[in-house]
């Protein structure tokens, strides 16, 4: 990751889709996701808030068969778009973990606590 705090080209995130990454720090290792819809862009913790196990059986699978909503795979759970409240599922009203993202035009950065690099899941 560049230290201006760059993950990625907004282009390398699938309209309609998702993409995962793994920050690594010092000491820890933190997995997220970012959602495109056009120009709307949204990340969240890659961490269920039912279970805490990661949301995606196949990697950058985030978005459930309606296209709408985003899904936990593990149990069926499904999360709004744009704030990440539980709608069906196992924990209705629970709600993924924001992650602080910025666009500065063709490149999305992270908003919060910089990491030392940054992968593709
Ligand atoms: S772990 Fe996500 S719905 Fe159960």
Redesign the pocket.
Do not use: E, S, V
């Given at each position: 990751m560049n230290p201006d705090g760059t993950l990625c080209r907004v282009a390398e995130i699938p309209d309609g889709g998702g993409k995962g990454f793994v920050l690594e720090g010092a000491e820890e290792r933190f997995a997220i996701f970012v959602l495109r819809r056009g120009d709307r862009i949204v990340a969240y913790r890659n961490r269920?808030p039912?279970?805490g196990?990661p949301?995606d059986w196949l990697p950058d699978r985030f978005i459930a068969a309606d296209g709408e909503h985003i899904l936990?795979a593990?149990?069926?759970?499904l999360f709004r778009f744009e704030d990440g409240v539980c709608i069906a599922?196992?924990?209705p009203g629970a709600r993924l973990e924001p992650v602080e993202i910025r666009r500065k035009g063709e490149k999305l950065q992270l908003s919060g606590p910089r990491y030392e690099g940054v992968s593709s899941k």
């Open positions: 269920c039912h279970r196990t949301l936990c593990t149990h069926g759970a599922g196992p924990c």
